[in-house]
């Protein structure tokens, strides 16, 4: 499973790979990153963050 912080509309969002809605909207990057990194070590998934721009900045396993 994968789960992606991605910037949208202004809002910072953690979403699960291939899911059409967000799991949580965050204004803060690094509180998406926190409930992303929750998700990542309950789940056994990989977390990807990426900047505003989309690119992928790092990937947590």
Not at 2 to 24: F, M, P, T, Y
Not at 29 to 40: D, E, H, M, P, T
Not at 52 to 61: L, V
């Amino acid at each position: 499973m994968s789960i992606h912080v991605i910037h949208s509309q202004g809002e910072w969002k953690v979403r699960k790979e291939g899911a059409s809605r967000a799991l949580r909207v965050f204004a803060d990057k690094q509180a998406a990153i926190n409930f992303g990194q929750k998700i990542r070590r309950t789940g056994n998934a990989t977390l990807y963050v990426h900047r505003k721009d989309g690119t992928i900045r790092y990937a947590e396993t």
